[in-house]
Structure formats: structure tokens, C-alpha cells
């Protein structure tokens, strides 16, 4: 009895090996057929400048990326269906989840930075995760999948932030294959540059408007001059009214309080807010004593695929357009924001927005 | 029986003239001082004609209305309730470290600052607006204590031990709730927000803050100076207090509420700012013994001129704040430290 089933387990045990070599040498002699004709991966090198190998462009499929600016980066190139996973950030987006629904069904395993479940990215099978910093090397040790990383892990210095737009682009338009609609992007960004300063060109340092970004509920919160922030407010023509702050987490992140004093100090010209309605300091005695309260120059800040106070790069085409038309409104009396963030959307992510999309965009909630 | 009340009395006229001069003097000159210093650059002459033509509004000063809008409506109300906030934790320290015999609780300790954390966090992540933001935090805060109150309860009628055990654990419960919240809030614009929050500062008062807060701390600033014999009795122990004739779970209720609206409304307009509740107090025994009828003005003088000290710093040494409640840690662990080394004096 035990050696009549000691032989089946043989023979199922011998069965096994032949068939898996069988399907193993098949399989083999095809995919060496295949790529005799055409490679299926390639090696790259990354911003950080590690080799990787990854599919090649066309046959990638399922991508991973887990910020938001990265996310309007696959927007921009048409390849948002390639997305298996993205941030969080990118999710909330109200505008985003109205014109790409689909959004919302795609996973979010990075809760934070440097905080990911790598499980769920592993289930939801990537052919590609393009992260940096520390979720990069958290993919890296914990998973084979391949991690290209998409900055140098160096932080970008003022006044490279826009350069630095084109070049995520280009990069992610190498892995994805997708030059041509980058070159849509840089070229659009470029015009939208050189127009600003072909209208702000007879603007005397001395004759720029004072831009103050009143950040958070109290409107206390500001970029300072050390942030990606200072190149954008320059971008438009304009001087930040919070130069002097030294931010807290310092470049694009940080953000720093200032107090009331301090800003009937500087008496700002414009005030960009994130929270609330200009309604709320028009009738607020302390800030109605500033001119741009005074002369109603408060505005909310835009938010299209993502709020535009961040180094995205939708803001750096649309931010530096929107408040400088807002500063200087006789050199660009034939401009139109609304006509301009249609354009942008059309050109650079093929979208037809509607009247009422660029009402939402320019005027939130 | 007559006899007795005189002698305290005479007692407390003689001992207490002491802290109830540092109450009224060192907060005045501490607001004095402070009203010429600011990021607004006034000349002293300036800020002087302000506040005259304050007093005699028929004299033209021709002062400009930033000035007078700067020093008015921003600097004054700031440096009210800086002291306000600094006397209402430093009271509400010392009264709990009364009650709880225990010289290591702090305004906190029963979990008001993890509730209204909670309250301000979820407030922040709903966009509401200001008053909103202050008031879930005032209202959660008060929520937590009574949670941690009847927790406390359940577990018996002995006390104090259990009802700062329930604190701690009322307070790890709403601080993992907050924890969530910021986990799940949009890191790049709810999370900054929660996270200046929770650093406290006080860089956004204004009138309206101080007539909102005000009332409150005054009515528990109030009780708890009326309790404040009383306080002595409790810090004996329970055993002692009933013998006395004391009901002495409805007292602690009492010095517990008043605690808790005071310290309350302190967080529900600054933040989290810690290490005033626990140090202050100490400094105060060092200065004028342990007996709460001189400890609890002692506290109050020192406590509000403390806070306006520490955030006449957080105000003016850059252009953007230094949060209140990262100066008043830096300053407050090593000085706690020294106290810790010269204890001689007795808490209880």
C-alpha cells in the first residue's frame, strides 16, 4: 500500500518536472523569437542617475507614481490610463474627479511621504514606479519591481523651479515614450513665458506690485523667499511681500507664519488667499487698513487639477499669467485668463473645457 | 471658632500682600514694555500719542492710521491675550497639581489638549472659518475631560489616581484620532495648517478672539481663586478633607470645571502651548511657598508675565513667528531641570 502511493507521488512528482520544462523550453524559444524583432526591456538612466532596466515605452502598461505634481505630468502626456496608482492629493482634486471620474477608482497606496503600503502596490502589479527620495528606496528594498527615480534627491535652487518643469517633463515623456506631447508642453510654457515679458518688458523695478500670499484660515501663512514660491510671483512680474521669511521646511514645501504687524508693515498691493471669500477682509477692521484690502485686490487662488500654489506644472504656465494680469491689467488689456486656461487645456491635455470648468478653476468653491 | 478666622485672616493679609502685588504690577509693566516692541517699527513717541489720543480724542496727534490700527487693534489685544492664556495655564497647573497631589500634571493632563486638537483638526479639514475652528476646539476640549471624568468615576470613588489615569488615556485616545485625521488630511495644504495649529501660536489675535475668550477665563480664573483655600484642604488627601467636614468629590468637580474652561478657552485661541501649566507653578512655590492661597495669585502674576515675555521673542526676532509653544518648551525643559535640582521646598 505506502509504496503503491509512494510510486504515484513519483510519477506525478516526475510528470511535473517534464511538463514544466516542456512549457519552460516553449515559452523560452518564443520570447527569443520576439526579441530577436524587438526589445522588451531597455535600460535607462534616472535623474538620480542609477541604470535601470524597464519595459520599453510601449509596452509599459501599469505605472505607479504617488505625487500629485507627478500625476499632471501623465495627464499632460495622455497617459493617465496607464496609471495603477497615484496620490492621494490628486484624488480630492473636485475638478480632476468632474473631467476624469476614473480617478477615483485608481489606488493610493502612499498615504504620505516615506509611508507606503507596499503590498497593495505589489497586488496592484506595476510594470514601473516612478517615485523619489525615500519612497523610491522603500519600493526598491521592499519589491523587484523596477523604481526610476524622478528628481536628483537634490533640492531644485529658486529660480530653476520652471526650467525644472520641462525637464520632469522630457524624463517622463522618455520612460513613456511620449516626446512629442512634451514638446507641446515646453513649447506652450515657453510662449506663455516670453508673452509675460513682452508685456511687462517697460515695468520699472520700482513700479512692481507687492504680491502677499495670506495662506491657511487666519491668512497668516506664507511662502517666503526661499521657496519655489518667489520665482513664481518674479515669473509674473511681481515682488513677494514675504521675501525676507525664512521658511520652517525651507524650498517647496515650507511654509512660514508671519504675524499682522508684520504685514501693515509690508502693505501689500495684492493678497492671494487660499481659504475663504476677499469678502471676509474687506470687513475685517485690521486688514481693511491695507490698500489691497481697500482696493479690493484680493483674490482667491485658483485651483484646476491642483491647487496652484504648488510647484506643478499647470502653475507655472497658468500662476505667473493669472497674477500678473491681475497686477498690471493695462499691459495685458488684450489678455483673457478664461481664454488662456482653455487654450492650456486644450493644447497640453487635449481637454475642451467648458465656460463653467475655467469658472470653477479660476473661482473655487 | 471666631478666634480662628481672625488669625487667618491677619495671616492672609500679611503673607498675601506679597502675590497679590506680583499680580497686578508684573503683567501692567510687562504690557507696557511690551506695547513699544513689534515687528511694526513705531518710535517710542508714536506709540505714546496712540494711546493718548485714545485718552483725549479731541487732540489731533496726526499719527498715521496704520499706526494706530497696528498698535490698536493688532499689538494690544495680542499682548492681552498672551497674558491671559499664561496666567489661565499657569492657575490651572498649579490648582491641578492641588488637587491631584502631584507635582508632575500640568494644565493638560486630563486630555483638554488632545480633545481640542481633535476639535481644531477636524474643524481645519471641513474649511470651516476661524470662529469655527475655535469653537469645535473649545467645545472637544471640554468633551475630553468630562470623558476622562466619568471614566474616571466608573472606576471608583478613591480618585484622584484614577481620574489622571483616565485623563492619560482619554488623551492617547484623541491624539490617535488626530493622528488619523492628519494621516488622511492633504499634505500639502490641511496638514500644514493642523501642524501650525498644533505648535501654537498667537499670532492671529485680535479684539474679537479676546472678547471671545475673556469671559471664560475670567469666570474660571475667578472660581478658582475663590476655591483656592480650599484647594489646601483637598491637596491634605481625601481621608483628611472629609474629616474636615468637605464633600470633597464635589470640590474637585468644581476645581476640575473651572480648570478645564480656562484651559480651554486658553488652547481654543493659541494653540497647544505646554510647559507653562507644569514649570510656572514650581517657580511659584519656589517664590512664595506651597500654601494655594498665595500660590494661586503667585502663579497668575508669574504665569502672564511669563507668556508675554516668550512671545514678545516669538513675535519679533524674525519676519515670520517662531511658534509660541516650541519657545516655551526650549525654555521650559532645562529650567524644569535646575528646579527639579534645587527641590527643597514641598509641593503638597
Not at chain 1, 275 to 290: A, I, T
Not at chain 1, 338 to 360: H, I, P
Not at chain 2, 250 to 278: D, F, K, P, Q
Amino acid at each position: 500500500m505506502k509504496n503503491r502511493i509512494k510510486n504515484i507521488f513519483s510519477l506525478l512528482f516526475a510528470l511535473m518536472i517534464i511538463s514544466t520544462l516542456v512549457v519552460g523550453i516553449s515559452g523560452c524559444s518564443t520570447s527569443e523569437k520576439e526579441e530577436a524583432a524587438k526589445p522588451t526591456t531597455r535600460t535607462i538612466t534616472d535623474r538620480a542617475g542609477n541604470e535601470v532596466t524597464l519595459p520599453t515605452p510601449e509596452l509599459i502598461e501599469r505605472a505607479a507614481i504617488f505625487g500629485s505634481p507627478s500625476t499632471q505630468v501623465l495627464y499632460a502626456l495622455g497617459v493617465q490610463d496607464k496609471m495603477v496608482a497615484t496620490s492621494s492629493g490628486a484624488k480630492s482634486s473636485k475638478f480632476l474627479q468632474k473631467k476624469d471620474p476614473h480617478i477615483l477608482d485608481v489606488p493610493d497606496p502612499r498615504a504620505t511621504a516615506g509611508s507606503i503600503n507596499v503590498e497593495e502596490l505589489v497586488s496592484l502589479d506595476p510594470q514601473v514606479v516612478l517615485a523619489g527620495g525615500t519612497d523610491a528606496q522603500i519600493v526598491e528594498d521592499g519589491t523587484n519591481i523596477p523604481v526610476v527615480r524622478t528628481s536628483s534627491g537634490e533640492s531644485t535652487p529658486v529660480g530653476e523651479y520652471i526650467n525644472n518643469c520641462k525637464t520632469t517633463v522630457n524624463f517622463f515623456a522618455m520612460v513613456f515614450g511620449k516626446e512629442d506631447r512634451a514638446q507641446v508642453y515646453c513649447d506652450y510654457l515657453d510662449n506663455a513665458q516670453d508673452r509675460i515679458q513682452k508685456k511687462l518688458k517697460d515695468i520699472s523695478e520700482d513700479q512692481k506690485i507687492k504680491v502677499f500670499k495670506a495662506y491657511n484660515a487666519d491668512h497668516l501663512t506664507t511662502y517666503g523667499g526661499d521657496t519655489y514660491m518667489q520665482e513664481w510671483i518674479e515669473a509674473a512680474g511681481c515682488l513677494n511681500a514675504a521675501k525676507d521669511v525664512s521658511t520652517i521646511g525651507g524650498k517647496e514645501g515650507g511654509l512660514g507664519q508671519v504675524n499682522m504687524e508684520q504685514v501693515l508693515m509690508w502693505d501689500p498691493d495684492i493678497i492671494v488667499i487660499n481659504s475663504g471669500q476677499p469678502e471676509d477682509l474687506f470687513n475685517d477692521p485690521v486688514w481693511s487698513q491695507l490698500d489691497a484690502v481697500k482696493n479690493h485686490q484680493v483674490y482667491r487662488l485658483p485651483a484646476g487639477i491642483f491647487i496652484w500654489n504648488r510647484p506643478t506644472i499647470e502653475s507655472a504656465v497658468l500662476f505667473p499669467q493669472w497674477l500678473g494680469s491681475l497686477a498690471y491689467p493695462e499691459q495685458f488689456n488684450d489678455f483673457s485668463i478664461e481664454d488662456e486656461v482653455k487654450a492650456y487645456y486644450s493644447e497640453v491635455l487635449k481637454w475642451e473645457l467648458t465656460d463653467e470648468d475655467v469658472n470653477e478653476i479660476l473661482h473655487p468653491e | 471658632m471666631q478666634t480662628e478666622i481672625t488669625w487667618t485672616r491677619n495671616k492672609y493679609l500679611k503673607i498675601l500682600f506679597r502675590p497679590w502685588t506680583m499680580l497686578i504690577v508684573m503683567p501692567l509693566i510687562g504690557i507696557l514694555v511690551s506695547l513699544f516692541i513689534g515687528r511694526y517699527s513705531a518710535s517710542p513717541a508714536t506709540v505714546v500719542s496712540v494711546f493718548l489720543s485714545k485718552l483725549l480724542p479731541w487732540v489731533d496727534f496726526g499719527i498715521p492710521s496704520t499706526a494706530e490700527v497696528a498698535l490698536i487693534w493688532v499689538r494690544l489685544p495680542r499682548l492681552i491675550l498672551a497674558t491671559f492664556v499664561g496666567m489661565s495655564l499657569a492657575i490651572s497647573g498649579a490648582s491641578f497639581q492641588g488637587v491631584f497631589r502631584n507635582p508632575l500634571v500640568s494644565s493638560h493632563i486630563l486630555g483638554v489638549a488632545s480633545g481640542a486638537s481633535l476639535g481644531a483638526g477636524i474643524a481645519i479639514i471641513m474649511d470651516a472659518p476661524l470662529w469655527v475652528i475655535q469653537l469645535s476646539a473649545f467645545c472637544s476640549g471640554l468633551a475630553a475631560v468630562a470623558a476622562a471624568y466619568f471614566i474616571g468615576k466608573i472606576f471608583g470613588e478613591t480618585g484622584t489616581l484614577t481620574i489622571v489615569l483616565a485623563g492619560i488615556i482619554i488623551g492617547s485616545l484623541f491624539g490617535a484620532a488626530l493622528s488619523i485625521l492628519k494621516y488622511g488630511a492633504d499634505p500639502e495644504t490641511k496638514l500644514p495648517e493642523i501642524t501650525f495649529w498644533l505648535m501654537g501660536s498667537l499670532a492671529a489675535s485680535n479684539w474679537s478672539r479676546v472678547t471671545m475668550a475673556l469671559p471664560a477665563m475670567v469666570l474660571g480664573i475667578g472660581g478658582l481663586l475663590s476655591l483656592r483655600w480650599k484647594i489646601n484642604v483637598l491637596s491634605l488627601g481625601d481621608e483628611e478633607a472629609k474629616a474636615m467636614g468637605i464633600n470633597t468629590n464635589i470640590l474637585r468637580a468644581a476645581i476640575i470645571i473651572c480648570c478645564t474652561i480656562v484651559t480651554a478657552a486658553a488652547v481654543c485661541v493659541s494653540g497647544v502651548i505646554g510647559w507653562v501649566g507644569l514649570v510656572i507653578p514650581h517657580i511659584g512655590r519656589m517664590l512664595v511657598g506651597p500654601d494655594h492661597k498665595d500660590l494661586l495669585p503667585a502663579c497668575l502674576a508669574l504665569g502672564g508675565t511669563y507668556l508675554l515675555l516668550v512671545d514678545d521673542i516669538a513675535r519679533t526676532i524674525a519676519s515670520s513667528e517662531i511658534p509660541i509653544g516650541i519657545l516655551t518648551a526650549l525654555i521650559g525643559t532645562p529650567f524644569f531641570v535646575f528646579i527639579l535640582k534645587q527641590r527643597g521646598t514641598s509641593w503638597s
